[in-house]
């Protein structure tokens, strides 16, 4: 069992910066690959980012591409989501997201399904 509590959500103008944390605790931790999703307001669920579970590899959603970087702390158990150069569109709340246990995958997952264990989410709001 992966239980994930987020943190590092607020408001920030455009163009500022924000560092989202997701602490998770049990032993698959680093096992195991995360995600961030995020869920913008009036839409649906979508994909932001993910990384491998050593860390060495990684994913993102094209229109996050060269603004934020996902990094991992296996030793705190802990996954990092540094988010520069926000604009409005970024608004929403983020969820972290932990892959099941099982044999190690090829490819990292990006789709919500693939991920057995979730936050609760914080919010992200984005002003113009």
């Known amino acids: 069992q992966v239980q994930l509590v987020e943190s590092g959500g607020g408001l920030v103008q455009a163009g500022g910066s924000l560092r989202l944390s997701c602490a998770a605790s049990g032993r698959t931790f680093s096992t195991v690959a995360m995600g961030w999703f995020r869920r913008p307001p009036g839409k649906e669920r979508e994909f932001v980012a993910a990384i491998n579970w050593s860390g060495d590899s990684t994913r993102y959603a094209d229109s996050v591409k060269g603004r934020f970087t996902l990094s991992r702390d296996n030793a705190n158990g802990t996954v990092y989501l540094q988010m520069n150069s926000l604009k409005p569109e970024d608004t929403g709340v983020y969820l972290c997201?932990?892959?099941?246990?099982?044999?190690?995958?090829?490819?990292?997952?990006?789709?919500?399904?693939?991920?057995?264990?979730w936050g609760q989410g914080t919010q992200v709001t984005v002003s113009s």
């Open positions: 997201a932990a892959d099941r246990p099982g044999p190690p995958r090829f490819t990292i997952p990006i789709h919500a399904n693939d991920y057995g264990y």
